[in-house]
T-cell receptor, first 112, second 116 residues
Framework: TQLLEQSPQFLSIQEGENLTVYCNSS?????LQWYRQEPGEGPVLLVT?????EVKKLKRLTFQFGDARKDSSLHITAAQPGDTGLYLC????????????FGQGTTLQVKP | ETGVTQSPTHLIKTRGQQVTLRCSSQ?????VSWYQQALGQGPQFIFQ???????GRGNFPPRFSGLQFPNYSSELNVNALELDDSALYLC???????????????FGQGTRLTVV
């Protein structure tokens, strides 16, 4: 069974601080996606990483895929209150089926 | 371009009842996947429909069933509701069931089901 574990589960920081969220697995994934979900809404895709060692940047967000394609990280620089939300990593289940396996999520609160 | 829409947004049912949730896929998308998200957890894959047929199923009992219609909209049916079925049910549509490397899935806002 493919599982993804995220850490930390909860994070409360002050505006301007940096943070990193981790997504780890014992399984290899063909790709990993990061989503952000706000209360009462569905997840919104932030990025897809495909190649081992890949780094992608989206403004203040930096995403990295591990060399062995078993783990990923999300780093936010100078967090803002608008970054508050639930961050989810998701891997595509084996067989390239388009079906996603999600981590349990990291709830981020950025205080002004 | 119309996004993914789900109805109803909220629903309260009694244990033992049956429920039907609906999803309209994004224009041009022929694949719909359903996920269950318990409070404080990540979404769990229930099943996927492609061209009106089930195309893969997660670890959910047979009382969870679905349909996809010729216009690619979809329904999720749950029979004999249990208290643990209380969750946010998410629908995601995509162009085809191929790899997510090439296919972005768009999620609806979800249906919050409460079983009492």
């Amino acid at each position: 069974t493919q599982l993804l574990e995220q850490s930390p589960q909860f994070l409360s920081i002050q505006e301007g601080e940096n943070l990193t969220v981790y997504c780890n697995s014992s399984s290899v994934f063909s790709s990993l996606q990061w989503y952000r979900q706000e209360p009462g809404e569905g997840p919104v895709l932030l990025v897809t990483v495909v190649t081992g060692g890949e780094v992608k940047k989206l403004k203040r967000l930096t995403f990295q895929f591990g060399d062995a394609r078993k783990d990923s990280s999300l780093h936010i620089t100078a967090a803002q209150p608008g970054d508050t939300g639930l961050y989810l990593c998701a891997g595509e289940s084996s067989g390239n089926t388009g079906k996603l396996i999600f981590g349990q999520g990291t709830t981020l609160q950025v205080k002004p | 371009e119309t996004g993914v829409t789900q109805s109803p947004t909220h629903l309260i049912k009694t244990r033992g009842q049956q429920v039907t949730l609906r999803c309209s896929s994004q224009s041009g998308h022929n694949t719909v996947s359903w996920y269950q998200q318990a409070l404080g957890q990540g979404p769990q894959f229930i099943f996927q429909y492609y061209r009106e047929e089930e195309n893969g199923r997660g670890n959910f009992p047979p009382r969870f069933s679905g349909l996809q219609f010729p216009n690619y909209s979809s329904e999720l049916n749950v029979n004999a509701l249990e208290l643990d079925d209380s969750a946010l049910y998410l629908c995601a549509s995509s162009v085809d069931p191929g790899t997510v490397m090439n296919t972005e899935a768009f999620f609806g806002q979800g249906t919050r089901l409460t079983v009492v």
